[in-house]
């Protein structure tokens, strides 16, 4: 049916792709319906609006759950199907509309889940759910993946009441392809765009959540990381992300990389969103035997420590090495450390970084097995055609022009010539980057530290087809990947338009010290600042 057939009939089957990774336009006619009287309400405002915000004008009757679902989906029409084009959403739900009016019955009877009770959110493409959607981690070799069942943390999620909004884009294979990739382009969703600055990418793999959420498409999305794939994509679009503790949240139904670092983890405007989406995600799952190690650890509701006195006598190690190199970046660190004194903070200068160099490739080599190890697993019992990551080489060879227009696939390669996880050099490496967790809680104690802080990663790099990502400055994502350990990065200030996060980790299961701290910093300093579509840094 075309698009004006489409309007006529009012019907909704969701935003779509083409085999050729196109956009095929299936929204429904939500601009008009947005007017109806029936759908309560005046016009409503989206940008910035927070998840406290939403649910007071449900609870006043001036918005229902439907009607915001169906502004968010005006909204994405309005920009990122057409004005800026960020090419953030990979597929809308089918389902939405109808989510949202249940949750809607629901309050009307009394029944509030919580405090997400029908707020639209946006999840990422490797994560599974049992709906009509599919999940193709972006690869066009995916195409036909309806997963049987909802991964376990959608079941969370979808249990304390959001409205499954859609699917966004993400670096093929969560940027686990080549070596040369760009951020943010997949076969399947062509390139995401950063919102700041038009020509630049959201970073990666979770670059459609970060692009969508900070242009408030959602009020919240989901992303996942292996090393950086929460925590960069939210820092270059001023967002609030949380790595949670690798087993806070279970894995179980999402595309892997990693068993030893994979997990899931919110990407919001503010730390308390972030905060609220955390506590909905939490739970025990049989399926990831990791989680039963948050037994006891975890906790469903993480508001309790927003606390504006969250850095009062707390001690920080901050990464040396991050205050040198380029001036404006290390000045904006250096006000971010003075604005934690003046909070109560002592701030103590360490290195991680030189043991971090140690490690050399066994961070690397670790993922190389565990992703073929962890890939064959999740293929063989999905409903993709492709059962192993071998016929997966295979496919995109035979399909080079549509799958590998720009970049190539040596890092499946790679993986595909390792062996299985009894393997000496896995085994090694393995053990390597445990030593690396010893070394960081001793270096935390030693200094008697409550958090490590850092700039979380440099400005968003250039959309480069042709040469991929370059190296942008400094990062710290990898020292708490390693570890599993939880990490949280918030919004530090700008450069030339361009936004640069802090973060903050520390051990494992402390995350409530990690919300207060960050929680403190963001509401003394308030950097984050609403997207400009600015098409390019000269523009």
């Not at 190199?325 to 250096?334: K, Q």
């Not at 040596?410 to 000496?424: C, P, Q, T």
């Amino acid at each position: 049916m075309d698009r004006r057939g489409f309007l006529r009939s009012g019907s909704l089957t969701g935003i779509g792709l083409t085999a050729t990774g196109g956009w095929s336009l299936a929204l429904g006619n939500y601009q008009l319906h947005l007017s109806d009287p029936s759908n309560t309400g005046p016009a409503l405002d989206l940008e910035e609006i927070t998840v406290t915000e939403l649910q007071n004008k449900m609870q006043s009757g001036e918005q229902s759950s439907v009607s915001i679902t169906k502004a968010y989906i005006a909204r994405i029409e309005q920009i990122d199907r057409n004005g800026p084009m960020l090419n953030s959403i990979i597929e809308l739900n089918p389902e939405a509309i109808a989510i949202a009016e249940n949750l809607d019955k629901e309050r009307k009877q009394g029944k509030i889940r919580g405090p997400l009770h029908g707020i639209p959110i946006l999840i990422k493409d490797n994560i599974n759910t049992g709906d009509g959607m599919l999940t193709t981690a972006g690869s066009l070799a995916l195409i036909g993946n309806r997963a049987k069942e909802d991964a376990f943390v959608m079941k969370q999620l979808r249990n304390a009441g959001v409205v499954l909004l859609g699917k966004t884009n993400l670096s093929e294979w969560a940027n686990f392809r080549s070596s040369h990739s760009c951020s943010g382009w997949s076969s399947r969703g062509g390139q995401t765009k950063n919102p700041y600055i038009l020509d630049r990418n959201p970073s990666g793999s979770s670059a459609g959540s970060g692009s969508a959420t900070a242009a408030s498409l959602s009020a919240l999305s989901v992303g996942t990381e292996t090393d950086g794939s929460v925590v960069s994509p939210a820092s270059v679009n001023a967002l609030v992300g949380i790595k949670p503790t690798v087993g806070l949240w279970s894995r179980s139904g999402i595309i892997p990389i990693s068993a030893s670092q994979d997990t899931a983890g919110p990407m919001a405007r503010t730390v308390k969103d972030a905060a609220i989406l955390l506590g909905a995600g939490v739970g025990v799952d049989e399926k990831d035997p990791v989680t039963r190690e948050a037994s006891g650890k975890s906790l469903t509701d993480y508001t309790p420590y927003l606390m504006k006195d969250g850095l009062k006598g707390k001690r920080i190690g901050i990464e040396k090495s991050h205050l040198q190199g380029n001036p404006d970046l290390v000045a904006l660190l250096r006000a971010a450390m003075t604005a934690m004194e003046q909070l109560g903070a002592t701030i103590v200068e360490v290195d991680v970084n030189t043991t971090l160099k140690t490690l050399g490739n066994a961070e690397y080599t670790v993922l190389l097995y565990e992703f073929k190890d962890g890939l064959n697993r999740y293929l063989i019992s999905s409903n993709a055609k492709i059962k192993s990551l071998k016929e997966l080489i295979a496919f995109d060879q035979e399909n080079e022009t549509k799958l590998m227009p720009f970049f190539k696939q040596e890092i499946l390669v790679e993986s595909e010539g390792k062996g299985g996880l009894d393997s000496r050099e896995y085994l090694e490496s393995l053990e390597k980057t445990k030593g690396f967790r010893k070394t960081i809680i001793d270096l935390m104690t030693t200094n008697r530290l409550d958090a490590l802080s850092g700039i979380t990663n440099g400005p968003a790099c250039c959309i480069d087809l042709v040469n991929g990502d370059y190296d942008n400055g400094p990062s710290l994502s990898t020292p708490a990947a390693i570890t599993g350990f939880p990490h949280i990065t918030v919004p530090m200030g700008l450069f030339h338009g361009l936004p640069i996060g802090v973060s903050f980790y520390a051990g494992p299961y402390s995350e409530p010290t990690l919300i207060s701290i960050a929680y403190a910093y963001e509401q003394a300093s308030l950097k984050r600042q609403k997207p400009s579509f600015q098409k390019a840094l000269l523009a």
